[in-house]
């Protein structure tokens, strides 16, 4: 063997070693393998816990942006067309994304997180049949999220099973202690004094879940998209002074125009949460968890 083969053997030996020394570990050894996308930073985060260091996930929607408002580029059908697994919202939030998995050819790799959710639906919202979006205001439909995650993930990827079950479970303790906060902290509140406003549909199943009698919106819709009559404006003008109302909740990704005037109009405040997509990374509210307890911090300031 020459010297310029031994050498050459040596380095090829060593960047194996080196690529395969790097790759993160999770158990049976096995590499990250499976490539994930979900739409928004809400369903990565969630997508995470279960996954775990056995998956690479990561959001197709960048932080801070309105779902119902995207549009996807080339790079994002790129995106979709290499992923193994697509976890979406469903339920008519994503209006983007028929035409984007027709125009990827991706369908079967969609993972469509409403099933087993029963939808809150409205008569007037007639541009929405399927119902309110909003699912994961309350942490209970996120329960059913990580199931269907879970049976995705294990079905990819048998060799990690046992992984995802077990995340799987801790996460869902973190999510029913979430669930028992929440109602601990809405019982400082008389069930009469529970109102809310928002800038848009937003909270149908939190409302449902934790007892708010009154749930009411600048835009009268599950999409921000849908534009406010004069007449519903002069309406929700009418609820907040018959109301008592002290506080609109206004999303991060909402235009705070139409909020302003209404705030103008009326004496209220404007109170910031979080809707379709969570913080910054680093953030107060970069994860599901911190992101509810955020939004529920939020809508308990917005009675006093
Ligand atoms: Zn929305």
Not at 86 to 105: D, H, K, R, V, Y
Not at 140 to 165: C, G
Not at 213 to 234: K, T
């Amino acid at each position: 063997m020459s010297m310029l083969r031994f050498f050459g053997c040596l380095i090829l030996t060593s960047l194996v070693l080196y690529s395969s020394a790097c790759r993160s570990t999770p158990q049976g050894g096995e590499a990250a393998s499976l490539d994930v996308l979900a739409t928004t930073t809400i369903i990565a985060d969630v997508v995470r816990q279960v996954g775990g260091e056995a998956i690479h996930v990561s959001a197709l929607l960048p932080v801070g942006t309105d779902p119902h408002a995207f549009s996807p580029t080339p790079q994002d059908i790129a995106r979709v067309v290499q992923a193994d697994l697509i976890f979406t919202n469903g339920a008519g939030l994503e209006e983007f994304l028929s035409s984007m998995i027709e125009s990827a050819g991706s369908a079967e790799k969609v993972v469509d997180l409403s099933n087993g959710i029963k939808l809150i639906s409205s008569a007037e919202d007639e541009g929405h049949q399927a119902g309110d979006p909003h699912v994961w205001t309350d942490p209970n439909n996120v329960l059913i999220w990580v199931q269907t995650i879970t049976t995705a993930l294990k079905n990819a990827d048998p060799s990690n099973s046992s992984l995802y079950e077990q995340n799987a479970q801790h996460y869902r303790e973190e999510l029913t202690n979430l669930d028992a906060w929440i109602v601990a902290q809405v019982a400082q509140s008389p069930p009469e004094e529970r109102v809310i406003v928002s800038d848009h549909r937003f909270f149908s199943y939190f409302a449902r879940r934790y007892g708010f009698q009154q749930v009411e919106a600048i835009i009268p819709s599950f999409s921000s998209l849908a534009e406010p009559s004069a007449r519903d404006l002069a309406a929700l003008e009418d609820f907040i002074r018959q109301h008592q109302v002290r506080a609109i909740l206004v999303g991060t990704s909402a235009n705070p125009a139409l909020a302003q005037r209404i705030s103008q109009d009326t004496g209220i405040r404007l109170v910031t949460i979080y809707t379709g997509s969570l913080s910054a990374a680093g953030g107060e509210a970069d994860n599901y968890l911190d992101y509810m307890r955020f939004n529920v911090r939020a809508i308990m300031s917005s009675l006093k």
